[in-house]
């Protein structure tokens, strides 16, 4: 069983930058998608950014051009690039799998994963 642990969240102020990452315990495998989503207080979580093991990544459109969504085979991590961060991005981002996908789509949809981590607060004041 794969568990994954975020880290990086903290409170910055509008325009700042931070780095997520989200340690795999186990290996993902040759074959998997990954994805970081978010969830603000009282809003249903939202995909942020997903990347599958050949590389293709897609952004929700909120983030395009801030965000950027990366993975270490190496360290088995998962990465999040913010930059320009701005108070709506404030909200709790969790890593997600899907371990062996039957597809090798990236996916914003939080129904494709089957593992998640705990999760890692990011505020942003302006």
């Known amino acids: 069983r794969v568990q994954l642990v975020e880290s990086g969240g903290a409170s910055v102020q509008t325009g700042g930058s931070l780095r997520l990452s989200c340690a795999a315990s186990?290996?993902?495998?040759?074959?998997?998608?990954m994805a970081w989503f978010r969830q603000a207080s009282g809003d249903e979580r939202q995909g942020v950014a997903s990347?599958?093991?050949?590389?293709?990544?897609t952004y929700a459109d909120s983030v395009k051009g801030r965000f950027t969504i990366s993975k270490d085979s190496t360290e088995n991590t998962l990465y999040l690039q913010m930059n320009n961060l701005q108070p709506e991005d404030t909200a709790m981002y969790y890593c997600?799998?899907?371990?062996?996908?039957?597809?090798?789509?990236?996916?914003?949809?939080?129904?494709?994963?089957?593992?998640w981590g705990q999760g890692t607060q990011v505020t942003v004041s302006s």
């Open positions: 990347i599958v093991s050949d590389g293709t990544t």
């Open positions: 186990g290996s993902t495998g040759s074959r998997y998608a």
């Open positions: 997600a799998l899907d371990f062996d996908p039957s597809t090798l789509t990236p996916s914003l949809s939080p129904l494709h994963y089957n593992y």
